[in-house]
């Protein structure tokens, strides 16, 4: 009988120590929410260096961005210099300890970032990480490294010499290379957030998931320019049902502050990649950063629905020539609606708010740009959109 019994209770035991650390592990998966933070490639390009972090970390406090949920701050590429003998890769002379400067972000409340890519080369030709992923990996972990963009580059020799023209072979190979990095992360045990940059290729939204992104981009690079950023977020249409929480549809960093775009452009770019629940990489100079800029990049009621806990992302629900309709349902039951208006003079647009699910009555309305509540509206909204502008509203049913 006693020998039962402590069969019973080892198997009870053995069972909890099984199930726990499953149950621990789910409940908070990496990048549960969008990623917010900075980049440093849009502004800074080639010239990026370890004080350039530093100054950005120290402005991300003082101005308010971190307090406002960026935490991010992204070294792109060109930090990279030798192999040693072994194989390990040294930062160049730009980064003199990247270990230190780990520590110096994150005692500022912070996280760092890095880049690589899947292939011998970098986009701008420096050390990748094909052959090394193992190694980089370790490496990165012990920099105390929290995010990795790993950029496609000069692995696109590799994928054609294996791949050839085969549309579901490409998409094969590709997935292997990232999961390999992945894994590679994984097997550090640190915490490290996988961006993948391979420009949407073979329909990436469909196996991102599947090999290990918590990001993945869906276009080409942007510019700092109306014309790119609506072609690029409006193109996001329909790929709703391939973001959750931990995993998310990339349309691209921010140019909120570059000044290619007046500031009602810019309202519209943190608009739709708040609807799209699109990871939020600022991707300016904050240390001059206009109150303009200021007030758009930290709109928290725009941040809150882009960061919302439900994890949807949001799609286009009407259009009607220039004018584009879009939709996305919060936690709370409220719903995110954006008016976009394409055109380059003031349009209006009535808005059926059946098209959102609100019955017949009442629905509060209130716009975020503004800060203010509006009258209720029933059966319709009628928007006032400004050039390549937005209104965006929260509502809810009465």
């Not at 502004?43 to 370890?50: A, K």
């Not at 350039?52 to 307090?67: E, H, K, L, P, Q």
Request: proline share 6%.
């Amino acid at each position: 009988m006693r020998l039962k019994i402590r069969f019973f209770l080892f198997c009870f035991l053995l069972t909890s120590c099984l199930v726990v650390p499953a149950k621990l592990s789910a409940a908070t998966p990496a990048a549960s929410t969008p990623p917010m933070g900075w980049n440093s490639w849009n502004h800074f390009g080639h010239r990026v260096t370890d004080k350039t972090i530093r100054d950005t970390a120290d402005a991300m406090v003082a101005s308010g961005m971190r307090d406002a949920g960026y935490i991010y701050v992204n070294i792109d590429d060109t930090w990279e210099g030798e192999r040693d003998a072994e194989g390990h890769l040294h930062p160049n002379d730009k980064f003199p300890d990247m270990k230190a400067l780990a520590d110096y972000v994150h005692s500022k409340g912070l996280k760092l970032g890095i880049y690589s890519s899947p292939g011998a080369k970098t986009c701008a030709g420096f050390e990748g990480s094909l052959g090394h992923e193992e190694m980089d990996a370790q490496d990165y972990a012990k920099w105390g490294i929290d995010y990795l963009k790993y950029d496609l580059c000069s692995y696109t020799k590799e994928l054609r010499e294996q791949a050839g023209n085969d549309p579901d072979k490409s998409a094969e190979v590709m997935q292997r290379v990232y999961t390999k990095m992945h894994d590679a992360l994984a097997a550090t045990g640190r915490p490290i957030v996988l961006s993948m940059c391979q420009y949407g290729w073979y329909a990436v939204w469909r196996w991102g998931t599947k090999s290990g992104g918590n990001l993945w981009r869906t276009t080409g690079d942007i510019q700092d320019n109306y014309l790119s950023m609506a072609n690029i977020g409006f193109s996001q249409a329909g790929l709703s049902p391939f973001a959750a929480p931990g995993h998310w549809n990339d349309p691209d960093m921010l140019e909120v502050g570059n000044g290619g775009m007046k500031p009602m452009e810019y309202r519209t770019h943190m608009s739709l990649w708040a609807i799209l629940a699109a990871p939020l990489l600022a991707g300016n100079d904050l240390s001059t950063m206009t109150d303009e800029t200021k007030s758009i990049l930290m709109n928290k009621e725009v941040i809150a629905i882009d960061q919302d806990k439900a994890g949807h992302q949001g799609d286009r629900v009407m259009s009607e020539g220039p004018l584009e309709v879009w939709m996305k349902p919060l936690a709370d039951g409220s719903k995110a609606i954006a008016i976009f208006n394409r055109w380059t003079m003031p349009l209006t647009l009535d808005v059926p708010l059946a098209k959102f699910g609100f019955r017949n009555t009442p629905v509060s309305l209130h716009d975020v740009w503004e800060h203010k509540d509006l009258p209720a509206a029933n059966g319709t909204y009628h928007a006032e959109v400004p050039p390549h502008g937005v209104v965006m509203l929260r509502a809810t049913q009465r």
